[in-house]
């Protein structure tokens, strides 16, 4: 044998009979989420925005010197490889927890596997959706959320509408839990103030941006709707945007925090360049993390020095080519958000963190500052963190915050 | 008996064969007259190989002779037998009709 | 060909036959498989709608609408589901799976299904949802409707498309073995009809063949029987054998064919010899006016025996015999030349009758080894007297004709010849008057026989013979053979006809009397009858040509006219005419029964008159006078007797 070879096998050797403890220098946290098809912008931005936070984490000292390292699978915004993701990352990958991971559909899929893994005290933090199954009895104890949740976002959403005079609210929705949560947010939303949906149209999840979703735009322009809450993917969300507007459909249209704005944006740049329309305009995205533009905030300041800094790349084995990786995004800074919570909790556990010591120690956490001046508290029955709910329109080439509704008065 | 036709220099030529009597003059007579009655109005008759004729016979030659003459037509007998010739002399034919020595003579007197 | 229309039959019974099964087993399967997936689909429906209606009660009554949306998401993906719609109690509903809206049809299913009495079991209904296809919609209430309704819809078009692509699966299935089927059957039909083929065009060939030859080789079926072992091995087999025995029959054919022809041709050139030996020339001796002669040997289909001969043995004696050899064919033929010639040579040297018959029977004897024998009649004529010297050898005496009277001769008893020779042979004399004949002839003439084997026999002989008086000799022989061929019909002739007929006329310088009777039937061919009678007494006493002439015309006259006019009945009537010629003056006496008329008394017309003015009748009696000397009219016994008179100038 060569002296090359012989190097690694003395290696593997001796990893062999280290201490378990060394071994686990690292704190595996396992994510699964579309890095891959429609969404993959929502996998990739989190996972950015997270790895940047982690790695200034893992440099400067790591957790009482454990690093935190993401073990990071793709399921495509699918359930089944969700689910397979999941228990892969469980059984072989051991992680301590899982986290970032993408969608509703493929969340609630999930759930009940914490639920089975109870004995091994598998806990989801920070998942990319405001889906409330999620935030309810009986998964609900398994997850730590920290955004808003849809019924926060629709609901705010709902009453800017009414009170600009706009109470005919079509919603235009995913067929899937997620766009059902939707649904059911501005459903229970206008209940609230005695009103009811006046039209609503379904498209596949899956759909591409190049489809055409005529139907649905004729569906709700026959509701005689004067605003239109949208509950799907930018990519479709886009789309349905491209095609209101070439129907002649202006009245205004809000988002939720799912559509990655800067997805969004990027294909609407796209769309009217082609069109020579503008389609730009009365757009209202509401969001569960501030901008990243107002640099007031501690914590964005930290987030566009780290992302500037560390320059974070999707991962090598799991994206497809041809993503180009935003400077900021939402996506990204919700990502930078989530891992700044992380950290905390892992901080909280001292040193040689244990797993079934995590809810406890969560619960506990009563207004915790992650620099965006918005409280961060949890509790037995509330595992969701924030419920602040911020809006941004279209400005020029990108989403700008929003404060002023009037521009949509009736 | 035989009734044999032929046409020379233009002219019926009609030779009678055998015997002239009572039952051959019946077809004679059908003859002559349809001869006559056909268009023809000067022809011959040629008796050089009639062996025999009775008064039966003779009354065919008056027969066709009445016919022609208003007409202005003309039947030339010849060449008779001896036997032939003596019945015709002793009936006086000789002075109603055109009795010639042979064929062309016959021929001849016609046109 | 063959092949193709057994092929055909055989493809066209297949393809009938998989049609049949085909469409039938499609038919059967298709219905029983949509039968059962739609039972199985309904299950199936059913099962989901409860499996939904039992994990989203709580759901429902929390009104956690995303749940139930994550639930019945799962449901979808189950193969043959094609939505499922939740409804809660209100009957909105709030989870859904339709893209882009939920149909009115199943709003107003569900509006249906929640006004109908709640029972535990689900409610499933056809729906068809416009643009979108047919489906199974299972209803089940939630919580008996408290709770809400759920809806599944199962894809109906999932069962149609199962369906044709389990039929379609089968028919391909069907069509390969309906392939392979055709295959074996164009295989097994072509192992029958290729031999069968093979036969068809041999036996073609066959009509061509030359069956007389020998085989030109092996045959190209030889091999058939050995091949197949079938009925069509068989009928090989048979072909070959009918073959062979077919050229065996041929060829012998050909050989007896080949030996017959020989035969034949051998028969006709002996005919043609036997003729060669009897003279045929007749008149034979224009220049002896003394007698009539006329004689005729028709030949049997097969060569005979029979000769006559007749010659000059000196200038007043004519030799003259008929003779018929035993037997037929060419041994008698052979004989009968024999014979001819040594009769012939034996004549020259003797000439009684009985010496020639002997010596003939002496020459026969000595070179006789086959034991023949022939019968003949030999006799010999003196010109200038009449007198007939005569001998028979076994023959059939030959008849006398003699004024009005017929009868043999008589025998004298010698028998026929080349049997021994110890007979003895015996001369008879008759004399023959002037119109006298003989009649000479073979059994032949006897013995000819009809269809029905009657003979012609002598008494019918006699009896023609009789009636024959008067006529010439070729006519009494003429006659005679129409008789005889009358009577045998259609009956082929058994033996040789042969007569010979010697009628003795005047003798040389002397004109003798005579007289002689003619009966004619009132008819007006009876008067060429006459003439040919009047021209052969004139030429036996040599009367000269213009009072025969004469005669003949006097004659057509009267009896023309009789014929014509002297009867007012159909009826058949006798004239009698008697001519008689005595001492050079001819008499001729016609008779006849009709109305009395005298021709003498008819005017005569006037032959100086022209033409135009000539009657046509009358003519005839006028004739008569000017051609007859004497002409004299009595009525007598009911009769007209007219007397016709001239004197005979000599040729």
Known sequence: ?410 | MDIHEERKDGFLVLGLEGRLDAVSSKMFEEKVLAVIDGGETQFVIDLSRLDYVSSAGLRVFLVASKRLTPAGGKVVLCSLQEPVKQVFDIVGFFSIFSILGSKDEALKSLG | ?651
């Open chain 3, 1 to 651: 060909m063959t092949r193709a229309s057994l092929f055909t039959k055989t493809l066209v019974l297949i393809v009938v036959l998989f049609g049949i099964i085909a469409s039938g087993t499609s038919i059967l399967s298709g219905w029983n498989l949509y039968r059962n997936l739609t039972q199985e689909y309904q299950s199936k429906g059913v099962a989901i709608a409860k499996s939904i209606a039992d994990s989203s009660v709580e759901l429902l009554l929390n009104a956690d609408v995303s749940t139930i949306q994550s639930v019945v998401d799962q449901f979808t993906e189950i193969e043959g589901v094609s939505y499922v719609i939740v409804f809660d109690g209100q009957g909105e509903a709030v989870t859904h799976t339709f893209v882009p809206t939920v149909p009115g049809d199943v709003l107003e299913l569900q509006r249906r299904t929640r006004t109908q009495a709640v029972s535990g079991a689900a409610a499933i209904n056809d729906l068809s949802i416009e643009g979108t296809g047919d489906f199974l919609d299972v209803a089940l209430p939630i919580l008996a409707g408290v709770a809400g309704y759920v809806h599944v819809g199962m894809d109906r078009s999932l069962i149609r498309s199962r369906i044709w692509s389990a039929v379609a699966t089968q028919q391909e299935l069907m069509f390969v073995i309906f392939l392979l089927s055709v295959l074996a059957a164009y295989t097994l039909v072509n192992r029958i009809s290729q031999p069968l083929k093979q036969l068809a065009g041999h036996a073609g060939k066959l009509a061509t063949q030359d069956f007389s030859e020998p085989a030109t080789g092996p045959s190209d079926i030889d091999h058939l029987p050995q091949k197949s072992h079938d009925e069509v091995g068989k009928l090989a087999e048979s072909f070959i054998t009918m073959e062979i025995a077919l050229r065996q029959s041929v060829r012998e054919l050909k050989e007896t064919t080949a030996a017959k022809e020989r035969i034949e041709s051998e028969l006709k050139i002996a005919r043609d010899i036997q003729m060669s030996m009897v003279p045929k020339t007749f008149p034979p001796f224009p220049n002896r006016p003394e007698f009539d002669l006329y004689a005729t040997l028709i030949p049997a289909r097969e060569v005979g025996g029979d000769f006559y001969d007749f010659f000059f043995i000196d200038d007043n004696h004519l030799c003259f015999a008929i003779g018929d050899v035993s037997g037929k064919g060419i041994p008698a033929a052979l004989f009968m030349a024999v014979t001819r010639t040594l009769f012939r040579t034996t004549a020259s040297k003797v000439s009684r009758p009985d010496s020639i018959l002997s010596l003939l029977n002496l020459e026969m004897c000595q070179n006789n080894d086959t034991c023949m024998f022939v019968t003949v009649f030999c006799a010999v004529l003196d010109i200038r007297t009449g007198e007939v010297e005569y001998s028979n050898g076994g023959h059939n005496l030959p008849y006398l004709i003699s004024h009005g009277e017929t009868a043999p001769l008589k025998n004298t008893g010698g028998m026929a010849l080349g049997f021994t020779e110890s007979v003895t042979y015996r001369t008879e004399k008759i004399v023959l008057r002037t119109g006298d004949g003989l009649f000479l002839y073979t059994d032949g003439v006897t013995e000819a026989m009809d269809e029905e084997g009657n003979q012609f026999s002598e008494p019918c002989l006699a009896e023609f013979l009789h009636q024959a008086n008067g006529s010439s000799a070729t006519e009494i022989i003429r006659g005679a053979v129409d008789q005889v061929k009358n009577h045998s019909g259609g009956a082929p002739q058994s033996d040789d006809i042969t007569a010979l007929t010697l009628k003795y006329l005047l003798t040389a310088g002397e004109t003798t009397s005579e007289t002689i009777v003619v009966e004619l039937k009132n008819n007006l061919s009876e008067i060429e009858r006459l003439a040919r009678i009047a021209d052969d007494f004139g030429r036996r006493h040599r009367l000269n040509a213009e009072t025969s002439h004469n005669v003949k015309v006097a004659l057509d006259e009267i009896l023309t006219n009789i014929i014509s006019y002297a009867y007012d009945d159909a009826e058949e009537h006798i004239i009698v005419v008697r001519p008689s010629l005595d001492q050079g003056k001819l008499t001729v006496e016609v008779e006849d029964d009709g109305r009395p008329f005298n021709p003498l008394n008819v005017p005569e017309p006037d032959t100086k008159q022209l033409l135009e003015v000539r009657p046509i009748g009358g003519l005839g009696i006028h004739v008569v006078r000017k051609l007859i000397d004497e002409l004299e009219y009595r009525r007598q016994n009911d009769k007209n007797i007219l007397t016709m008179k001239l004197k005979v100038k000599e040729a």
């Open chain 1, 1 to 410: 044998m060569s002296d090359n070879r012989i190097r690694p096998i003395i290696f593997l050797i001796l990893l062999l009979f280290l201490p378990a403890r060394l071994l686990a220098e690292n704190i595996v946290i396992g994510m699964s989420a579309a890095f891959t098809g429609p969404s993959k912008g929502l996998g990739i931005e989190l996972y950015r925005g997270s790895t940047a936070y982690l790695e200034h984490v893992n440099r400067t000292g790591g957790i009482y010197g454990q690093k935190i390292v993401i073990k990071a699978y793709d399921d495509g915004y699918n359930p089944i490889p969700a689910i397979r993701n999941t228990i892969k990352l469980i059984e072989q990958d051991n992680a301590f927890l899982l986290f970032n991971y993408v969608g509703t559909p493929t969340v609630t899929r999930i759930l009940p596997l914490l639920k089975s893994y109870k004995e091994k005290f598998v806990y989801l933090f920070s998942p990319f959706t405001g889906a409330e199954p999620l935030r309810q009895p009986p998964y609900g104890e398994y997850v730590f959320n920290l955004r808003a949740s849809y019924s926060d976002e629709t609901e705010g959403l709902v009453d800017n509408f009414v009170s600009a005079g706009r109470s005919r609210i079509a919603v235009f929705y995913q067929a899937d839990a997620y766009g059902r949560s939707g649904w059911d947010g501005v459903k229970k939303a206008l209940a609230k103030f005695g009103l009811k949906m006046v039209g609503e149209a379904t498209y596949r999840r899956g759909a591409e941006h190049s489809q055409n979703f005529k139907a649905q735009v004729d569906l709700i322009r026959k509701s005689s709707a004067d605003a239109v809450i949208s509950i799907g993917s930018y990519a479709v969300c886009a789309a349905f945007i491209r095609d209101a507007r070439d129907a002649g459909l202006n009245i205004p249209i809000a988002n939720l925090s799912f559509v990655g704005s800067e997805s969004m944006a990027e294909l609407l740049l796209q769309s009217s360049r082609t069109a020579g329309k503008d389609y730009k305009k009365d757009l209202i995205n509401s969001q569960v993390v501030p901008s990243y533009q107002d640099t007031a905030l501690p914590a964005v300041q930290e987030y566009r020095q780290l992302m500037r800094k560390y320059q974070p790349l999707p991962p090598r084995d799991l994206t497809e080519a041809g993503y180009t990786p935003l400077p900021y995004s939402y996506v990204s800074f919700e990502g930078f958000l989530n891992a700044k919570l992380l950290v905390e909790v892992l901080k909280r556990m001292g040193p040689g963190p244990t797993k079934s010591r995590i809810k406890g120690i969560v619960e506990s956490m009563n207004s915790a500052d992650l620099g965006i001046d918005a409280p961060v508290t949890f509790g037995p029955h509330l595992h969701q963190g924030l419920d602040k709910v911020y809006y941004t329109t279209m400005k020029g080439d990108r989403f700008v915050p929003l404060s002023d509704w009037q521009g949509w008065e009736k």
